[in-house]
DNA sequence: CTCACTGCAAACTATTTGCATCGTA
DNA sequence: TACGATGCAAATAGTTTGCAGTGAG
């Protein structure tokens, strides 16, 4: 896995420590990516592997990698903070049912320009959520009341 | 205050009783609105008003109005949720230095149109989210590394 | 007069931290 | 070998819940 040692390279160019458990952490995230992730999940992918690590080392790994960018850490509205490797420009669609995640590539460059008009904030990174409803909730019928919206 | 007696009126309409506590929680919510307040915040805002009210109350009412969907509830990556009276559509803000939040008016038509082509998702809500600095950081000189960027 | 709402305190959940031990560079 | 990383358990912070008493409709 090519990935896998580059972003190992990078984690140590920053002076981190290479050990089994934080190798095992980045191809735990490299390989559920797609997922998008929370830290227990990347516990228990890990633990299939290294059955003693502690959910404190995924947190802080995870904490490392964020602060130096190679990892971004979502707050999706769930109560859970999620993870991903950086990568391309995209939103993240959030279904309200079935809580999955998934990305929609998609540039933001209207909302730069917007931005760039209004002076008075420097951006720094973009967070674009979509909640809604997934295929596979609305077929299945576990969403009940679609469409009527009385709470 | 009309705007707060409208508020007051569709919570009626929701079968809900109207008492002094939520009342003001209502006043203390429109009143600060621009702040994005937290829960915290909004429980200060009424204690003034009604010494005795609890944090949980805060948080009941809260939910109840997020529920009717006349209020939102905003996760903004701070590890706090936020409260906004539900509006025109608008981006948000977020320094990520002083944690203060922005509205920035902007219409999600591109996004939309992008949901639209990509089946496979029915959107329900979109949360726009934009880390950076602001003005008020960046003049006074109270972010450091600006530009650096390193961890 | 009833049942939803309240305050309080305890429970819960996600995340962080302190500390003695371990192992990478 | 030295010092950063680990596991464990306890601490923290935000939010939710159970319960007995209160008050809006």
Redesign the interface.
């Known amino acids: 896995m090519a990935e896998c040692e580059e972003l190992v390279l990078k984690f140590k160019r920053?002076g981190y420590k290479m050990t089994p458990q934080r190798r095992a952490i980045l191809e735990a995230l490299i390989l559920s990516t797609p997922e998008h992730p929370t830290a227990e999940q990347i516990h228990e992918a890990v633990l299939q592997r290294m059955p003693d690590t502690s959910l404190a080392t995924v947190y802080n790994t995870l904490r490392e990698l964020v602060?130096?960018?190679e990892v971004h850490?979502?707050?999706?509205?769930q109560g859970v903070r999620r993870y991903e490797i950086v990568q391309h420009e995209h939103?993240h669609?959030v279904?309200?049912n079935c809580q999955c995640v998934?990305d929609?590539s998609?540039d933001f460059s209207?909302?730069r320009d917007?931005?760039r008009q209004?002076?008075?904030?420097?951006?720094?990174?973009?967070?674009?959520?979509?909640?809604?409803?997934?295929?596979e909730c609305?077929e299945s019928g576990r969403v009940e009341a679609w469409g009527a919206?009385r709470?």
């Open positions: 920053h602060a130096v960018h850490e979502l707050d999706l509205g939103a669609l279904c309200i998934r929609l998609a209207k909302l917007l931005l209004h002076n008075g904030f420097h951006p720094v990174r973009y967070d674009v959520i979509v909640y809604g409803y997934c295929d609305l919206g709470g």
